[in-house]
């Protein structure tokens, strides 16, 4: 059964300091994994989208890393800032013919004090 | 920027009444998604329609619900007879190709009372 958990579920961080969320998958087979911001009550917002090949992209101040071996993937967040206090889901996409099946992780929930 | 939008924002409706929601995809997108997320849970796929017809359905989806593309841009979902465990934020989603970046809207919110 394709499954994505993340941890930590939630950390709280001060603002300016740096904090990084894990993922791992067992999706099959990959197509893709995206990172989202999801703020309470809103809709997700794509942060990030690696395929098999990719190690890492940067969104600003995110920078997640993919290591498809182990089927594990991280985000990172640099200099966090109060506005960055939300959810933070990953997502990984299986092949498929038509369209994606996206298999949603449970989300880290990010709380920024100041 | 192009952007997924959805109405209702929120509805409130009793129980075994139909519900529609309804969802504007983003004007040159192929794939159109449903998803809900009941509060507290995490995010989960209903269904996703391509080429004017369901691609993939979750065991969700059950008769209960159905999707329509009725003309060029809307995109909706019905529930028949709705039941209190389907009160959950709503999204629908698009995306441009299969592989692609999919947009979420905001969401409808439903309760079901």
């Known amino acids: 059964k394709n499954q994505v958990e993340q941890s930590p579920q939630s950390l709280i961080i001060l603002e300016g300091k740096n904090c990084t969320l894990q993922?791992?998958?067992?999706?099959?087979?990959?197509?893709?994994l995206r990172w989202y911001k999801q703020d309470t009550g809103r809709g997700p917002v794509s942060l990030t989208i690696?395929?098999?090949?990719?190690n890492t992209k940067s969104n600003g101040r995110y920078t997640a890393t993919l290591d498809a071996d182990t089927k594990q993937s991280s985000l990172h967040i640099t200099a966090s800032q109060l506005s960055d206090s939300a959810s933070y889901i990953c997502v990984v996409s299986a092949i498929k013919a038509a369209g994606n099946k996206l298999t949603f992780g449970g989300g880290t929930r990010v709380l920024v004090k100041p | 920027e192009p952007e997924v939008t959805q109405t209702p924002s929120h509805q409130v409706t009793q129980m075994g009444q139909e519900v529609i929601l309804r969802c504007v995809p983003i004007?040159?997108?192929?794939?159109f998604y449903w998803y809900r997320q009941i509060l507290g849970q995490k995010v989960e796929f209903l269904v996703s329609?391509?080429?004017?017809?369901?691609?993939?359905k979750s065991e969700i989806f059950d008769d209960q619900f159905s999707v329509e593309r009725p003309d060029g841009s809307n995109f909706t979902l019905k529930i028949r007879s709705t039941k209190l465990e389907d009160s959950a934020m709503y999204f629908c989603a698009s995306g441009q190709y299969s592989g692609n970046t999919i947009y979420f809207g905001e969401g409808s919110w439903l309760t079901v009372v």
């Open positions: 690696m395929t098999f090949s990719e």
């Open positions: 329609f391509y080429n004017n017809e369901i691609s993939e």
């Open positions: 993922c791992n998958y067992t999706v099959s087979p990959f197509s893709n």
């Open positions: 004007s040159n997108h192929l794939y």
